[in-house]
């Protein structure tokens, strides 16, 4: 890739809006679910996997079955994406929360943070 392909793939990314949502880690050995919210869900997955493969999750409960069971054990999955093109900040991080708080009880999950 030259160096001007790669200026237009960095532009475009910095200019794609993210992708606000709730999303889920679950255990299926064990049946257990996180559930969280993002602004951005882009990254949540690659985050939560960093601190469980290198064992300092913030997620106390959820390290020590990542170290039970092992990956394999684990999935991630999107819940739900928002759209939020004409909403404020603020009104990005509500609806984040509300909706986050619907899918923890739907599901009879845990937050993700710990």
Known sequence: ?????????????????????????????????WVGGARNLSGQQNRHLFGLRNGGHMNREMQAAWIAHGEAGFSFRVLETLDTEEMTPLGIADL???????????????????
């Not at 909706?99 to 599901?107: I, K, M, N, P, V």
């Open 1 to 33: 890739m030259d160096k001007q392909a790669r200026r237009n793939v960095a532009r475009d990314y910095k200019e794609k809006a993210p992708n606000a949502g709730v999303y889920a880690l679950e255990c299926s050995t064990t049946g257990q679910v």
């Open 96 to 114: 984040v929360k509300t909706r986050e708080r619907h899918w923890l009880d739907a599901l009879g999950a845990r937050k993700v943070a710990g």
